[in-house]
Structures are given as structure tokens and as C-alpha cells.
């Protein structure tokens, strides 16, 4: 998946430059782990979008794990089916999906092949390429409110449906890359339920979240009369 408008040589080059102060691409040994393993793990890496117009770099600050058929607020619960197949692996893949008929949201598929599972991008602090995500989010009044829950992060990389599967640790550089960063302060890491999750699938504090980050969404319990809003 080269980036359009662009050889393979030119992305090649690019990604790592673009990303090079933020540490080294996440390995795919690093998502085929325990998805609860993986959450709490990706806080404070960093996650690039790699457009032509120049990269959006994310610091993830939040996120949500779902540990696919043994997780009733998993999309994967019920099985295997065409909407959730990427859950299923390989690991190291983006899983988007579609809401409400208006927003996307960002996963990245744990566990080894053939064991559905994924943590959902909740928040994010974008430390580079501000200048690309403004327009994408006129009503943000700061640059902290960005990517301040699951799809204004996604509105904010210009990420949809047409991602869905990519190898986020593919070589040369794709669409989408997660890097090292520097990972949370265990001190500071801290869960608690889901977002609007109902039922059983709601009780798991697996919300896990950099404390005293102003990126992190505030906590909104389930309201009855909305289905799940957030999960993978």
C-alpha cells in the first residue's frame, strides 16, 4: 500500500523521516501478545498517518481493549464475520469501522492469527501535523480536543473504511505506522470501565488512560437508550 502520488522509493524515504525522533516502528511480535498485554503498552506511543500532504503523528494518551469471542462488548463475540474478518488477524493490522452512520473509529488487532482481539485509539495528542488536522476538525477550539475521543482521533488522521487491514508494521512505510515513542509512566497508567458499553460487556475496567493528560475524553456511562457506541 504505497502512498498515492508517490513511488515506493519516495515513501520509503519519507516514512522514517517524517517519523525518525519517534523512535522505531512497532514490531508485529509486539501486537501478537495478550490484547490486555497491548493496551495499556501503546500508551505514549506514537501513531503516524502518512498522507502526501505531510504526516499527522499521534501520542496515544487512551484506549479501550476487547478480547474478541470471550468479550460480549467485542464485535467479534458472535464470530467471525465479513465487517469484523481483520479482528482475526494477522496481529499488527488496523481494524475501522463505521458508526452511527457518521464516524469511524481506530483499532489495532492483538493476540497471534486466528484469535480475534483489538484495543481501540480512545484519545491522542497530536505532536505533529496540527496544521493538517485543524480543517478536519473546525469545532476543536485547542489543539488538545483534536483527537479527544475515538472518532475525532479518527477524523482528525483522515482515517475511514478505505484503511481497514492495513499493516501498520509493513516496510517500506503504508498509510498508517505505530512507533515506540515513550511509553507511560506506569505510575500514571490507570483503567476503569468502557466508554458507553452496555451489559455484560461493560463491567471490564479495561479503559486504560495516561492520568492528568487534558487529551483524555471524559467518562460518559452507558445511556440505555443508545446501542454501544465504542468497541471492538
Same mark, same amino acid.
Given at each position: @500500500?504505497?502512498?498515492?502520488? @508517490?513511488?515506493?522509493?519516495?515513501?520509503?524515504?519519507?516514512? $522514517? #523521516?517524517a517519523t525518525a525522533a519517534h523512535g522505531d516502528r512497532l514490531t508485529r511480535s509486539f501486537f501478537d501478545r495478550p490484547v490486555l498485554t497491548v493496551a495499556p503498552d501503546l500508551l505514549g506511543r506514537v501513531l503516524a498517518r502518512h498522507e502526501p500532504g505531510g504526516p499527522v503523528l499521534l501520542r496515544i494518551t487512551e484506549v479501550e481493549a476487547y478480547d474478541?469471542?470471550? =468479550?460480549?462488548?467485542?464485535? #467479534?463475540?458472535?464470530?467471525? /464475520?465479513? %465487517?469484523?474478518?481483520?479482528?482475526?488477524?494477522?496481529?499488527?493490522h488496523a481494524?475501522?469501522?463505521?458508526?452511527?452512520? @457518521?464516524?469511524?473509529?481506530l483499532n489495532l488487532v492483538c493476540h497471534p492469527e486466528g484469535r480475534a482481539g483489538g484495543v481501540l485509539l480512545r484519545a491522542g495528542e497530536v505532536v505533529r501535523g496540527a496544521e493538517v488536522a485543524r480543517p478536519r476538525r473546525a469545532t476543536a477550539r485547542r489543539d488538545h480536543e483534536l483527537a479527544r475521543g475515538p472518532a475525532r482521533? *479518527?477524523? *482528525?488522521?483522515?482515517?475511514? %473504511?478505505?484503511? =481497514?487491514?492495513?499493516?501498520?508494521? #509493513?516496510?517500506? #512505510?503504508? *498509510?498508517?505506522?505505530?512507533?515506540?515513542?515513550?511509553?507511560?509512566? $506506569?505510575?500514571?497508567?490507570?483503567?476503569?470501565?468502557?466508554?458507553?458499553?452496555?451489559? $455484560?460487556?461493560?463491567?471490564? $475496567?479495561?479503559?486504560?488512560?495516561?492520568?492528568?493528560?487534558?487529551?483524555?475524553?471524559?467518562?460518559?456511562?452507558?445511556?440505555?437508550?443508545?446501542?454501544? /457506541?465504542?468497541? /471492538?
Open positions: @500500500m504505497i502512498l498515492e502520488g @508517490m513511488s515506493e522509493t519516495e515513501t520509503s524515504e519519507r516514512g $522514517p #523521516a474478541g469471542q470471550d =468479550d460480549p462488548g467485542s464485535h #467479534a463475540y458472535r464470530g467471525r /464475520t465479513a %465487517r469484523n474478518g481483520v479482528m482475526f488477524g494477522p496481529p499488527g481494524y475501522i469501522y463505521f458508526t452511527y452512520g @457518521m464516524w469511524h473509529c482521533l *479518527a477524523t *482528525a488522521l483522515g482515517v475511514d %473504511r478505505s484503511l =481497514d487491514g492495513t499493516d501498520v508494521c #509493513a516496510t517500506p #512505510a503504508v *498509510a498508517l505506522s505505530v512507533h515506540s515513542g515513550t511509553p507511560a509512566d $506506569p505510575a500514571r497508567v490507570r483503567s476503569g470501565p468502557r466508554t458507553g458499553v452496555s451489559g $455484560p460487556g461493560g463491567v471490564h $475496567p479495561w479503559r486504560f488512560w495516561i492520568d492528568g493528560d487534558r487529551t483524555v475524553s471524559p467518562y460518559r456511562a452507558h445511556r440505555p437508550r443508545n446501542r454501544t /457506541t465504542a468497541g /471492538t
